[in-house]
């Protein structure tokens, strides 16, 4: 419950924060590590999928792979690959297709995990 805010107000996918000490932020992009886990094909630059993050589910597209990483070590394998497959690991751009709140996984672990789908 939330005082002055009716049920009918909120919607799947709002984040309330403190708008005075750290207000919760859009993101245009943002950087991520990506771990493949079961994935038909390559995911190249373009890749469009539906990205999950806490309650929201919005589209979010590889704007740029950067690196193949090691999935256990995070040492960078291969700078600038063009694409990634099952089992690969990678650190990649991505640009969500709405306005979507993201955070970094140390200050807030639940913003800052997705599944993508």
Do not use: W
């Not at 390559?42 to 597209?61: E, F, M, R, W």
């Not at 999935?71 to 306005?99: F, H, Q």
């Amino acid at each position: 419950n939330v005082k002055n805010v009716s049920v009918k107000e909120l919607r799947r996918g709002y984040v309330a924060g403190d708008s005075k000490a750290n207000p919760p932020k859009g993101a245009a992009d943002f950087t991520a590590q990506v771990i493949v886990l079961n994935h038909p094909g390559q995911i190249s630059n373009g890749y469009t999928p539906v990205l999950d993050c806490h309650t929201a589910h919005i589209a979010c597209k590889f704007a740029e792979i950067k690196e193949k990483v090691d999935r256990r070590t995070g040492k960078s394998t291969e700078a600038e690959p063009k694409a990634i497959k099952s089992g690969d690991a990678a650190i990649v751009c991505l640009m969500p297709t709405k306005p979507m709140c993201v955070e970094s996984f140390q200050e807030f672990p639940p913003l800052g995990r997705f599944a993508v789908r």
